[in-house]
Protein backbone atom coordinates (compact mmCIF):
# COMPACT_ATOMS: atom_id res chain seq x y z
CA UNK A 1 0.00 0.00 0.00
CA UNK A 2 1.33 3.79 -0.53
CA UNK A 3 1.32 5.85 2.02
CA UNK A 4 -0.66 9.18 1.95
CA UNK A 5 1.98 11.23 0.55
CA UNK A 6 2.83 8.64 -1.99
CA UNK A 7 -1.13 8.48 -3.08
CA UNK A 8 -0.92 12.30 -3.19
CA UNK A 9 1.97 12.67 -5.58
CA UNK A 10 0.54 9.51 -7.72
CA UNK A 11 -3.13 11.69 -7.80
CA UNK A 12 -1.10 15.00 -8.86
CA UNK A 13 1.32 13.52 -11.70
CA UNK A 14 -0.38 10.47 -12.87
CA UNK A 15 -2.49 13.26 -14.95
CA UNK A 16 0.21 15.08 -16.39
CA UNK A 17 1.75 11.92 -17.04
CA UNK A 18 -1.16 10.79 -19.03
CA UNK A 19 -1.35 14.30 -20.99
CA UNK A 20 2.20 12.76 -22.06
CA UNK A 21 1.17 9.70 -23.20
CA UNK A 22 2.76 8.28 -20.19
CA UNK A 23 1.23 6.37 -16.90
CA UNK A 24 2.84 5.88 -14.05
CA UNK A 25 3.66 2.38 -12.74
CA UNK A 26 4.97 2.33 -9.31
CA UNK A 27 6.72 4.47 -7.36
CA UNK A 28 9.53 3.87 -4.59
CA UNK A 29 9.39 6.67 -1.95
CA UNK A 30 12.51 7.54 -0.17
CA UNK A 31 12.78 7.27 3.58
CA UNK A 32 15.67 8.54 4.58
CA UNK A 33 18.68 11.25 3.72
CA UNK A 34 20.27 10.47 0.24
CA UNK A 35 17.57 7.67 -0.78
CA UNK A 36 16.34 7.25 -4.04
CA UNK A 37 12.69 8.41 -5.39
CA UNK A 38 12.02 5.75 -8.47
CA UNK A 39 9.12 6.45 -10.51
CA UNK A 40 8.34 3.80 -12.76
CA UNK A 41 6.71 5.13 -15.76
CA UNK A 42 5.02 3.07 -19.34
CA UNK A 43 3.37 4.56 -22.14
CA UNK A 44 -0.02 4.73 -22.70
CA UNK A 45 -0.06 2.84 -25.78
CA UNK A 46 0.06 -0.77 -24.82
CA UNK A 47 1.50 -1.25 -28.50
CA UNK A 48 4.99 0.37 -27.58
CA UNK A 49 7.22 0.08 -24.59
CA UNK A 50 8.46 3.23 -22.71
CA UNK A 51 11.44 4.72 -24.42
CA UNK A 52 15.02 6.15 -22.63
CA UNK A 53 13.56 9.62 -24.19
CA UNK A 54 10.10 9.49 -22.32
CA UNK A 55 12.02 9.28 -18.98
CA UNK A 56 14.69 11.63 -19.59
CA UNK A 57 11.37 14.26 -20.84
CA UNK A 58 9.28 13.12 -17.99
CA UNK A 59 12.31 13.83 -15.31
CA UNK A 60 12.15 17.20 -15.40
CA UNK A 61 8.42 17.72 -14.95
CA UNK A 62 8.58 15.36 -11.83
CA UNK A 63 11.65 17.09 -10.53
CA UNK A 64 10.00 20.28 -11.08
CA UNK A 65 6.41 18.93 -9.87
CA UNK A 66 8.81 18.20 -6.23
CA UNK A 67 10.36 21.37 -5.94
CA UNK A 68 7.44 23.18 -5.90
CA UNK A 69 5.67 21.40 -3.09
CA UNK A 70 6.96 20.62 0.35
CA UNK A 71 7.16 16.62 -0.29
CA UNK A 72 10.52 15.77 1.09
CA UNK A 73 12.27 17.87 3.94
CA UNK A 74 15.86 15.89 3.49
CA UNK A 75 17.91 15.09 0.26
CA UNK A 76 16.55 12.95 -2.05
CA UNK A 77 17.69 11.54 -5.72
CA UNK A 78 15.17 11.47 -8.49
CA UNK A 79 15.30 8.46 -10.78
CA UNK A 80 12.29 8.14 -13.74
CA UNK A 81 12.51 4.38 -15.34
CA UNK A 82 10.89 1.93 -17.39
CA UNK A 83 8.98 -0.85 -15.04
CA UNK A 84 11.82 -3.65 -16.52
CA UNK A 85 11.66 -6.79 -16.75
CA UNK A 86 10.29 -8.44 -13.62
CA UNK A 87 7.37 -5.32 -13.93
CA UNK A 88 5.35 -4.17 -10.59
CA UNK A 89 2.02 -4.66 -10.93
CA UNK A 90 0.25 -2.19 -8.60
CA UNK A 91 -2.90 -1.23 -10.30
CA UNK A 92 -5.94 -4.14 -10.09
CA UNK A 93 -6.58 -3.43 -14.05
CA UNK A 94 -2.94 -4.68 -14.57
CA UNK A 95 -3.55 -7.71 -12.52
CA UNK A 96 -6.21 -8.74 -14.96
CA UNK A 97 -3.60 -7.76 -18.05
CA UNK A 98 -1.08 -10.03 -16.27
CA UNK A 99 -3.39 -13.68 -16.16
CA UNK A 100 -1.20 -16.78 -17.48
CA UNK A 101 2.06 -15.01 -16.35
CA UNK A 102 4.32 -15.51 -13.01
CA UNK A 103 3.89 -13.54 -10.60
CA UNK A 104 6.48 -13.27 -7.07
CA UNK A 105 4.03 -11.86 -4.78
CA UNK A 106 4.76 -9.90 -0.99
CA UNK A 107 2.09 -10.44 1.69
CA UNK A 108 1.20 -8.65 5.04
CA UNK A 109 -0.55 -11.90 6.46
CA UNK A 110 0.63 -15.68 5.46
CA UNK A 111 -1.73 -17.39 3.20
CA UNK A 112 -1.71 -20.94 3.24
CA UNK A 113 1.08 -20.86 5.53
CA UNK A 114 3.51 -18.06 3.31
CA UNK A 115 4.28 -14.30 3.48
CA UNK A 116 5.34 -14.82 0.08
CA UNK A 117 4.27 -16.59 -2.76
CA UNK A 118 5.90 -17.03 -6.74
CA UNK A 119 3.43 -18.71 -9.15
CA UNK A 120 0.96 -18.31 -12.10
CA UNK A 121 -2.09 -16.04 -11.91
CA UNK A 122 -5.06 -18.17 -13.08
CA UNK A 123 -8.08 -15.69 -12.27
CA UNK A 124 -8.85 -12.42 -11.06
CA UNK A 125 -12.29 -12.11 -8.99
CA UNK A 126 -12.81 -8.02 -9.13
CA UNK A 127 -15.90 -8.16 -7.93
CA UNK A 128 -14.81 -10.37 -4.58
CA UNK A 129 -11.03 -8.74 -4.57
CA UNK A 130 -9.41 -12.04 -4.97
CA UNK A 131 -6.82 -13.62 -7.35
CA UNK A 132 -5.66 -17.24 -7.95
CA UNK A 133 -2.52 -18.41 -8.52
CA UNK A 134 -1.31 -21.93 -8.89
CA UNK A 135 2.07 -23.21 -7.16
CA UNK A 136 2.98 -26.66 -7.94
CA UNK A 137 -0.14 -27.50 -9.09
CA UNK A 138 -2.16 -26.22 -6.16
CA UNK A 139 -4.22 -23.03 -6.39
CA UNK A 140 -4.39 -20.34 -3.97
CA UNK A 141 -6.73 -17.97 -3.69
CA UNK A 142 -5.29 -14.33 -2.21
CA UNK A 143 -7.51 -11.31 -0.82
CA UNK A 144 -5.96 -8.07 -2.72
CA UNK A 145 -6.00 -6.57 1.17
CA UNK A 146 -3.19 -8.69 2.34
CA UNK A 147 -0.82 -7.68 -1.16
CA UNK A 148 2.03 -5.47 -0.40
CA UNK A 149 3.96 -6.13 -3.65
CA UNK A 150 3.56 -7.85 -6.90
CA UNK A 151 6.16 -8.52 -9.97
CA UNK A 152 5.90 -10.11 -12.87
CA UNK A 153 8.29 -12.49 -13.23
CA UNK A 154 10.07 -12.16 -16.59
CA UNK A 155 10.49 -15.63 -18.34
CA UNK A 156 12.05 -15.47 -21.56
CA UNK A 157 11.22 -16.61 -24.80
CA UNK A 158 9.90 -20.12 -24.84
Same mark, same amino acid.
Given at each position: ?W???????????????????L??I????????????????????????? /? $????????? %??? &?FL *??GD??? =?????????????????????????????????????????RR?????? /? $????????? %??? &??? *??????V =?????????????
Amino acid at each position: MWSNRAKEIFEKLEPVANRMGLRIIEMDIPSGVNGIFRIYIDNLDKSKTV /S $VEDCVKFSP %VVS &DFL *DTGDYFS =FRYYLEVSSPGVDRPVRRWEDLVNSIGKTLKIKLSEPVDGRRRITGVLK /S $VLEDEGEFT %VEV &DDV *DIKISKV =FVKKINEIWKGEK
